[in-house]
């Protein structure tokens, strides 16, 4: 039971990924970034099916040099843990957890107008940019970029 007294039950669904990226537990979404209970399962499944498409294709080009070196799974292009996580897999999961909810938050506030929403709406904007902000962050560390901006020369 939360503090809410709403009872804490956690999504059972698993969406597959592309084979390479692993695959990615709904529960962990909820209990990771305290999605509400109000979301419905469609809604979180659906929005993240779309954070995995999107952080899949920002890692496209760097997906393929893992690959040309042998890997055939995240799994495999580093050693490096926390705890006992990979580290590439848990800033996957961050990229793809912090883009599913800022997406959920935009939906949620656009669907939704009670008071609650309104509160949302005017608050949202920076949780958005935060979520987002974050999974960029992920994408990057996985790209090999440690910085938050970056230069190249065209």
């Given at each position: 039971m939360s503090f809410t007294g709403k009872p804490d039950t956690f999504l059972n669904t698993e969406i597959t990924n592309d084979g390479f990226y692993p695959d990615i537990k709904l529960g962990e979404l909820q209990r990771f970034y305290r999605v509400p209970a109000e979301y419905k399962s469609d809604v979180i499944e659906h929005h993240t099916r779309l954070a995995i498409s999107d952080c899949n294709a920002q890692l496209a080009v760097k997906k393929a040099e893992w690959v040309a070196l042998?890997?055939?799974?995240?799994?495999?292009?580093?050693?490096?843990m926390?705890?006992?996580?990979?580290?590439?897999?848990?800033?996957?999961?961050?990229?793809?957890?912090c883009r599913a909810m800022g997406l959920l938050v935009m939906a949620f506030a656009?669907?939704?107008?009670?008071?609650q929403a309104e509160n949302l709406a005017k608050e949202g904007d920076d949780t958005i940019q935060y979520h987002l902000a974050q999974s960029g962050r992920a994408i990057r560390r996985l790209l090999g970029l440690t910085e938050n901006v970056s230069v190249e020369l065209l």
């Open positions: 042998g890997h055939t799974m995240l799994e495999q292009v580093d050693a490096a926390i705890g006992d996580e990979l580290t590439k897999v848990e800033q996957y999961k961050r990229a793809v957890f656009t669907l939704n107008r009670r008071e």
